[in-house]
Nanobody, 124 residues
């Protein structure tokens, strides 16, 4: 059974930074794509970023491109999301997700396991 546990959320001022982590347990994930999604009240689940199994290919939503960076440490079974120049529009619960396949993907339906989420609040 694959389990994902996010951490690193919290309160930050606009213009600030946060780094989220997602620890994967239950199996090695070096051959699996991983993604970050977010959900804020009144909105649908939104794709944020994804990365392939090797960690050398990533995709980003236009809203975060140039500000957020997704990365992974396959030796530690951990996924990261570095968030810089944050704005109140980034306020949401952030979820990491695990896919059975290796290629980076942006559709939430292509992911098989999800974490519980970590809340991020950006104050203006």
């Amino acid at each position: 059974q694959v389990q994902l546990a996010e951490s690193g959320g919290g309160l930050v001022q606009a213009g600030g930074s946060l780094k989220l982590s997602c620890k994967v347990s239950g199996r090695s994930f070096s051959k699996n794509a991983m993604g970050w999604f977010r959900h804020s009240p009144g909105n649908d689940l939104e794709f944020v970023a994804s990365i392939n199994g090797r960690g050398d290919g990533a995709s980003y939503a236009d809203s975060v491109k140039g500000r957020f960076t997704i990365s992974r440490d396959n030796g530690k079974n951990t996924l990261y999301l570095q968030m810089n120049m944050m704005s109140p529009e980034d306020t949401a619960v952030y979820y990491c997700a695990f896919a059975q396949g290796e290629q980076s993907r942006t559709n939430d339906m292509d992911y098989d396991y999800w974490g519980q989420g970590t809340k991020v609040t950006v104050s203006s």
